[in-house]
Nanobody, 121 residues
């Protein structure tokens, strides 16, 4: 059974930092494209970042480029999202998602339960 468990969310002031973690079981993250998505009640779900299988190439949405960094620890079967210079508009529920293929395009095969990130003064 595939399970993705996110952690690391919380409340932070603008300009602060958080690191999200997504620990996987029942699936090897290095063999699948893995993405971080976020969603708010007033906006469509959007992909924030993606790390491809194999060489671990990363891609980011323009809204987070230069502020967020995604990484993967193959030994721990975990992906991370380091979020710096957080803005109020980064407030959302963040989900870890694995894809059937090597990138973050196409069919997904697992979603985490989500972790809330709130950026507020």
């Amino acid at each position: 059974q595939v399970q993705l468990v996110e952690s690391g969310g919380g409340v932070v002031q603008p300009g602060g930092s958080l690191r999200l973690s997504c620990a996987a079981s029942g699936i090897t993250l290095a063999n699948h494209g893995t993405g971080w998505f976020r969603q708010t009640p007033w906006k469509e779900r959007e992909m924030v970042s993606c790390i491809s299988s194999g060489n671990g190439q990363t891609k980011y949405d323009d809204s987070v480029k230069g502020r967020f960094t995604m990484s993967r620890d193959n030994a721990k079967n975990t992906v991370y999202l380091q979020m710096n210079s957080l803005k109020p508009e980064d407030t959302a529920v963040y989900y870890c998602v694995t894809h059937v293929g090597s990138s973050c395009i196409g069919l997904t095969n697992a979603w985490g339960q989500g972790t809330q990130v709130t950026v507020s003064s």
